[in-house]
């Protein structure tokens, strides 16, 4: 839509990131070149280990991205290590076919 409404060529490749990463954004650049040299229809980032002030691990007992994991496992036989990350680069058509996104996905919150 946006490419219509500014007269520009339809994007060939999509990148996909989580608002609050910041200057570290650019530390997606290697998700890009699989999917622009044609090795990969999507790539997605893993995020290192998140660490609390303390040094202990952030987050739960991961129950939401373990059973994401066991799904796609089962569907399709692929193990992958984040499939709910937000950072994503991928061509349009693999976007065309994951379309149309869940509700809420991508909107803004808060």
Do not use: H, K, Y
Request: proline share 6%; with cysteine; hydrophobic share 45%.
């Amino acid at each position: 839509m946006i490419e219509q409404r500014d007269g520009r060529p339809e994007a060939g490749i999509l990148l996909f990131l989580d608002a609050d990463l910041g200057a570290t954004a650019a530390n997606a650049a290697p998700l890009i070149g699989p999917v622009v040299a044609g090795d990969a229809a999507l790539a997605i980032g893993v995020l290192p280990a998140q660490i609390t002030e303390d040094g202990s691990p952030a987050g739960g007992m991961g129950l939401v991205v373990t059973t994401a994991r066991r799904g796609i496992a089962e569907l399709c036989g692929f193990q992958t290590r984040a499939p709910l990350s937000g950072q994503r680069c991928l061509t349009r058509r693999a976007f065309e076919l994951a379309s149309p996104l869940a509700a809420g996905w991508g909107s803004r919150s808060g």
